[in-house]
């Protein structure tokens, strides 16, 4: 793995555990998984036309969280429902116009060991820069807009378009995870770290610290290991991740 | 995006300099179903305005249009510099995160771009003991939580407090010391108050006014005047016996 590479995964890492953090706390960790599958037909439309996946993914991904945050303000039986039925077909869609290693790369990742091209490099830099850096500076507002929509109104957030913002740096972290992990995969590096983080702290700075440790180390413990046991990156890294967060299970909850 | 202070729908002049608020036919519709209909009512500096009626009346559906959360015909002018601390009935959030009550307390005083000084002075205000205030919210009684949401509503430097049953889920005795600690600080600080609440016992001593809404219309005016006994036997169905006990 070379020296952008690793930079690049642990940017990447690093914007999956913030992220996850208010994802998990914000009950989103069921939405998480079907808003990447949206990914899949923007690799395959994207393939077809020979431009980089990611940039497919990208796009798709922008118009799969407009919609999630669309139909939020309406009832949570629709948003589940839209979900459920937009977004698996949107899978469906995509494996027919993928196939073969292109749909099993864009799934579960395994473009990790190509060589990284400038364009791939200064995305996944610039979108792991966007990410940490909105998620650092609205904290304090995610925070209160967490606890209640209502309070956050009274205290001067504009909490629709705070909610855009969010939904939009969820799904550009998706496709941040496309080439190490593939949309599949890519939900569950957001989500099991915050998971185990959640369980482990005793705070919120306690919370984010934690998550971005334990994905960074699942993450590196899981490329290395990938190479070590000849496996995909991608599944390795969630295994790992999924391994703590069984481990942080035989702590009692205090 | 704004810093403090909420939404003014219809930042005008007010005639009284000493109304905070003045709403005139407001009503909310929800699909087919009418939930607020033609309220009029206003709410004086200083004073304290009861909003009582039945469940499903419309009461927190009064208060979220109140603070912009949803669309209604009609107006609700707040004087110009009028600043709400709001504490709601119900929360978004589930209460098994690892945020403390100084996480949640800070959050909201960064958002102000108060001093973190702020943090420990509305804690002392409400009596949270700091202890207390850097555990888990999940970890505290329903009384301290309830107090740290009013802490929670007085940074910003509000001049209204609206609280949506503020004292539900406690027992008896926090309940008497969550509604003396508001009504210390409302007339420390000089604030307006609208709450919603169950018990006539509360709206008789602290409301100056109360609205009393029911299926059929809205009630308004000073407690002893509207709550008669036909208002409160049209509001809850029932014969409600209620001896005022005058001290």
């Known amino acids: 793995m070379t020296i952008e590479a690793l930079l690049l995964s642990i940017a990447m890492a690093v914007a999956a555990g913030l992220t996850g953090c208010f994802a998990v706390m914000r009950r989103m960790a069921l939405a998480a998984d079907p808003l990447s ?63 073969g290693e292109n749909l099993i790369e864009a ?47 009274t205290a001067g957030i504009n909490v629709r378009r705070l909610n855009l913002f969010y939904l939009q740096m969820f799904a550009l972290t998706i496709a941040l995870g496309l080439r190490y992990l593939g949309v599949l995969l890519m939900g569950a590096l957001i989500i099991i770290p915050a998971a185990t983080a959640k369980r482990l702290a005793r705070n919120l700075d306690g919370m984010l610290r934690l998550a971005v440790m334990l994905a960074v180390l699942a993450t590196l413990l899981g490329s290395w290991m990938a190479v070590w046991l000849h496996r995909e990156t991608g599944p390795m890294i969630v295994t790992v991740s ?13 | 995006m704004r810093k403090t202070g909420v939404a003014i729908r219809h930042p005008v002049n ?18 087919a179903s009418r939930v607020l209909s033609d309220l009029s009512f206003s709410v004086a500096k200083g004073s304290s305005l009861a909003i009582i009626g039945p469940n499903g009346c419309g009461k927190t559906v009064l208060f979220r249009a109140l603070i912009g959360a949803i669309a209604f015909e009609g107006s609700a002018r707040w004087a110009p510099g009028t ?44 009596g949270i003991p700091p202890a207390i205030a850097e555990q888990p919210i999940g970890t505290m009684s329903g009384g301290q939580f309830q107090r740290l949401l009013v802490a929670f509503a007085l940074l910003g430097g509000p001049n209204v407090l609206l609280l949506d049953e503020p004292t539900a889920g406690i027992d008896e005795l926090g309940q008497e010391r969550l509604n003396e600690l508001i009504h210390r600080l409302q007339l420390d600080q000089g604030l307006t108050v609208l709450f919603i609440s169950h ?23 000073p407690p002893r005047t509207v709550l008669t006994p036909d208002v409160l036997h049209e509001l809850y169905g029932t014969q409600v016996d209620y001896h005022i006990h005058d001290h």
């Open chain 2, 199 to 221: 018990e006539l016992s509360i709206v008789y001593r602290y409301a100056s006014n109360v609205l009393c809404l029911s299926q059929a219309r809205a009630y308004f005016g």
């Open chain 2, 83 to 126: 600043r709400i601390g709001y504490v709601p009935q119900k929360l978004d959030l589930v209460r098994d995160v690892p945020i403390t009550g100084v996480d949640f307390l800070r959050a909201r005083a960064a958002i102000g771009r108060e001093p973190p000084a702020n943090v420990s002075h509305v804690l002392d205000l409400v």
């Open chain 2, 14 to 31: 007010i005639n009284s300099v000493e109304t905070v608020l003045e709403v005139s036919h407001l009503s909310v519709q929800f699909g």
């Open chain 1, 107 to 153: 799934l579960l990742g395994g473009g990790g060991a190509g060589a990284l091209g400038w364009a791939e490099i200064m995305f996944g830099f610039a979108a792991a820069g966007a990410i940490i850096s909105f998620l650092v500076s609205y904290r304090n507002s995610l925070i209160v807009m967490l606890v209640s929509s209502d309070v956050a109104r």
């Open chain 1, 37 to 99: 599958h949206v990914a899949l037909p923007g690799i395959g439309v994207a393939l077809a036309l020979h431009i980089h996946p990611v940039f497919g993914a990208v796009t798709m991904l922008f118009f799969g969280a407009l919609l999630v945050w669309a139909v939020e303000d309406r009832t949570r039986a629709t948003t589940e429902t839209v979900i459920g039925v937009v977004f698996s077909a949107a899978l469906a869609a995509g494996s027919l116009m993928t196939s």
């Open chain 1, 242 to 254: 999924a391994a703590i967060f069984f481990i942080s299970l035989l702590r009692r909850p205090s």
